[in-house]
């Protein structure tokens, strides 16, 4: 599975500072704000002083703090030249394999209307985690797995190679 399937590289120019998909920055956050009648979001500084706003509510659990650096990756330029950033989680890395317990499943819709599966997965962190699997995996929680980290897409874990260690139902 590769990390993109475009046959394009996207790249924006602000001023002076390239944002390539795909490539990593070091931001700082400067603050958690709310954009009247929308949600909450981090303000971040780029390197040469361009700022971004990323929405908080997928990374509730990444210890992300005002003042500190947050190493991001640039997950997406959309044709219209946003840039939607994708920080590091604080403790998976894509292409590790780890252990999971599967918790729950529900079935989403994506905003194509296809659904889907997502899994709540516990794996020994304070904050359960949501993954999705490769298309035809389904297993009923509760159940033991391993699976390697493909990325990581506001904040959901994408997993491939599942295995099923224990189906404990």
């Known amino acids: ?48 002083g361009n700022r971004l706003l990323m929405p908080s509510r997928f990374y509730h659990g990444y210890q992300i703090r005002i003042g500190e650096p947050l190493e991001c990756r640039i997950d997406k330029i959309n044709c219209s030249g946003k840039i939607f950033l994708e920080p590091a989680h604080p403790y998976f890395k894509p292409g590790e394999l780890y252990s999971f317990e599967a918790v729950s499943r529900e079935v989403q819709c994506d905003r194509k209307g296809r659904s889907f599966l997502r899994y709540e997965l516990s794996c020994g962190f304070r904050e359960a985690v949501y993954a999705r699997f490769p298309e035809g995996f389904d297993i009923m929680p509760p159940a033991a797995l391993k699976a390697r980290l493909i990325r990581i897409r506001k904040g959901v874990l994408l997993l491939d190679e599942p295995e099923v260690i224990n189906n404990c139902s």
Do not use: A, C
């Open 1 to 48: 599975m590769s990390e993109k399937n475009r046959s394009q590289d996207r790249s924006i120019h602000i001023f002076t500072e390239k944002f390539s998909e795909g490539g990593w920055l070091t931001f700082k956050v400067l603050k958690l704000m709310q954009i009247p009648g929308e949600e909450w979001y981090y303000l971040v500084q780029s390197p040469q």
